[in-house]
């Protein structure tokens, strides 16, 4: 009897295992462009290192917000050449929002790696924002 409830059991967590794995949401993202990063944001001032692996070029860099504001203090961006961009930011960035389109070049570059600095405004009981970094990939068609 201790068999069968035990069998029964693992039968039983597997299966809740395995549907855990199916509710993950999805992001629709606008044609041309690729979701490169998602991170959640703490209440204090937070820094994040993104090494981006892909061998896309690109054109533009964008932010978009979930759930609560948050303000952007500082972005670098990195080449693999080993130029760096910083373009002037501070901005706050409503819920459910995108953030100002950001040209890193015309004809497009490849990425290394992204740093940013942000925090969440607001109230720590209301929840943390999630903050997603979208690259509008090059083309040379347009």
């Known amino acids: 009897m201790k068999g069968i ?16 794995g199916a509710s993950r949401r999805s992001v629709a993202v606008e044609e041309g462009w690729d979701l490169i990063s998602e991170q959640k944001v703490n209440f204090v001032r937070d820094k994040d290192e993104i090494t981006v692996s892909s061998r896309n070029l690109y054109t533009d860099l ?11 203090n500082e972005l670098k961006i990195y080449f693999p ?11 706050v960035i409503g819920a459910d929002q995108f953030s100002r389109i950001i040209e890193i070049a015309r004809d497009g570059r ?12 607001g109230n720590l009981l209301k929840g943390r924002a999630n903050v997603l970094l979208f690259g509008r990939r090059y083309n040379p068609g347009y």
Not at 62 to 72: S, T
Not at 83 to 88: R, S
Not at 110 to 121: A, H, L, N, P
């Open 5 to 20: 409830m035990s069998i029964a059991l693992a039968v039983f967590c597997i299966g809740s295992l395995l549907s855990c």
């Open 62 to 72: 964008r932010f978009r917000v979930e759930d609560r504001e948050i303000r952007i």
């Open 81 to 91: 050449n080993g130029d760096k961009l910083e373009p002037k930011i501070d901005d």
């Open 110 to 121: 490849r990425i290394d790696k992204i740093e940013f600095s942000y925090r969440t405004t």
